[in-house]
């Protein structure tokens, strides 16, 4: 019998990385207070300034950001930030700033000079394992072509912070390959080769307010449910419930930072039973009430000028 050509000659099934690059914020401000004494979320970030002023400090390292670096930050790294000769609070933060787009050239310039500085900042997710990779910050000196896109960028948001064409999506999308691509196959931790520990991870990712049971799981697995959870545990260094605990938790902080749904909308998205339960759980892990941990977050794109 003739083989149904399929379009690809060869017989070799072969396997591919399986990502999903989620966006969640793309800015363009000025900020004359940045003090923050820990900025830790469960989310990438792209930062660039423009001038100058401001710094980061992870593990004892200062790193003064220069306007001709790009500096990615990978997800729960617990770092500092702050504006030169500004002190980080004991507790809380000081933040002053607001969107480019809608500051006259005349204040700009005033802020500029007041010693001011335009942030831009991006916030992205991978999808598990690409979110587990180490903690840390990663600085790239821009060449030219990164440095067309940030500047395409700034233009961009200078006058449009709401709907993203097509290109520029696709600029912003090449820039952070090119930089996930600059961290080196040796930053990333081992990626999940199983395809029935990967399947479930989706499953799971996909559909997590769904209320799973280990059986259900092993199921799409198809595996027994003892066996499976051995397996899982031993992939991801976690229980199968536990695992989907902080899967909720990380999915909430998401919503919490980058969407106005309230508390008990999100509560219900996540899986959990009600508002006070969300809550109970979300403290015993985060360290936080849902509520605090949101206003925390007001540097990531939620607030009006100081």
Same mark, same amino acid.
């Given at each position: 019998m003739e083989k149904l050509y399929t379009g690809d000659p060869s017989e070799i099934i072969q396997?591919?990385?399986?990502?999903?690059l989620q966006m969640h914020c793309c800015r363009y401000w000025w900020i004359k207070n940045w003090e923050h004494k820990n900025l830790s979320f469960p989310f990438w970030r792209i930062y660039n300034n423009k001038q100058k002023g401001g710094c980061m400090e992870y593990k004892h390292r200062i790193y003064e950001m220069e306007p001709d670096t790009l500096y990615?930050?990978?997800?729960?790294?617990?770092?500092?930030?702050?504006?030169?000769? $500004?002190?980080?609070?004991? &507790?809380?933060?000081?933040?002053?700033?607001?969107?480019?787009?809608?500051?006259?050239?005349? &204040?700009?310039?005033?802020?500029?000079?007041?010693?001011?500085?335009e942030h831009l900042f991006i916030h992205f997710t991978l999808g598990y394992p690409y979110d587990h990779v180490s903690a840390g910050i990663y600085?790239?000196?821009?060449?030219?072509?990164?440095?067309?896109?940030i500047n395409l960028l700034r233009n961009y948001l200078t006058g449009?912070?709401?709907?993203?064409?097509?290109?520029?999506?696709?600029?912003?999308?090449?820039?952070?390959c090119e930089l996930l691509f600059k961290m080196g196959e040796e930053k990333w931790n081992r990626p999940i080769r199983d395809v029935r520990i990967a399947k479930v991870i989706s499953r799971i990712e996909n559909n997590i307010s769904e209320d799973f049971t280990n059986e259900?799981? %092993?199921?799409?697995?198809?595996?027994?449910?003892?066996?499976?959870?051995?397996?899982?545990? &031993?992939?991801?260094?976690?229980?199968?419930?536990?695992?989907?605990?902080?899967?909720?938790?990380?999915?909430?902080?998401?919503?919490?930072?980058?969407?106005?749904?309230?508390?008990?909308?999100?509560?219900?998205?996540?899986?959990? %039973?009600?508002?006070? $339960?969300?809550?109970?759980?979300?403290g015993k892990v985060i360290g936080s009430a849902p509520a605090k941990y949101r206003k925390k977050g007001i540097i990531l794109g939620y607030v009006d000028k100081y």
């Amino acid at each position: 019998m003739e083989k149904l050509y399929t379009g690809d000659p060869s017989e070799i099934i072969q396997s591919f990385p399986n990502f999903s690059l989620q966006m969640h914020c793309c800015r363009y401000w000025w900020i004359k207070n940045w003090e923050h004494k820990n900025l830790s979320f469960p989310f990438w970030r792209i930062y660039n300034n423009k001038q100058k002023g401001g710094c980061m400090e992870y593990k004892h390292r200062i790193y003064e950001m220069e306007p001709d670096t790009l500096y990615l930050i990978a997800p729960n790294t617990d770092y500092s930030s702050r504006l030169y000769n $500004h002190t980080i609070p004991e &507790e809380g933060y000081h933040l002053a700033g607001g969107r480019i787009s809608e500051t006259k050239q005349e &204040e700009r310039n005033e802020l500029l000079k007041n010693g001011a500085i335009e942030h831009l900042f991006i916030h992205f997710t991978l999808g598990y394992p690409y979110d587990h990779v180490s903690a840390g910050i990663y600085p790239f000196r821009m060449n030219k072509h990164m440095e067309d896109k940030i500047n395409l960028l700034r233009n961009y948001l200078t006058g449009n912070v709401a709907q993203f064409n097509f290109t520029i999506f696709l600029t912003l999308q090449s820039l952070i390959c090119e930089l996930l691509f600059k961290m080196g196959e040796e930053k990333w931790n081992r990626p999940i080769r199983d395809v029935r520990i990967a399947k479930v991870i989706s499953r799971i990712e996909n559909n997590i307010s769904e209320d799973f049971t280990n059986e259900s799981l %092993a199921g799409t697995a198809n595996m027994a449910t003892n066996a499976f959870s051995r397996l899982f545990k &031993e992939y991801t260094g976690d229980t199968l419930q536990n695992f989907i605990k902080k899967k909720r938790i990380q999915t909430a902080c998401l919503l919490l930072l980058h969407s106005d749904k309230s508390i008990d909308e999100i509560a219900d998205k996540t899986g959990f %039973a009600n508002r006070y $339960h969300f809550t109970r759980i979300f403290g015993k892990v985060i360290g936080s009430a849902p509520a605090k941990y949101r206003k925390k977050g007001i540097i990531l794109g939620y607030v009006d000028k100081y």
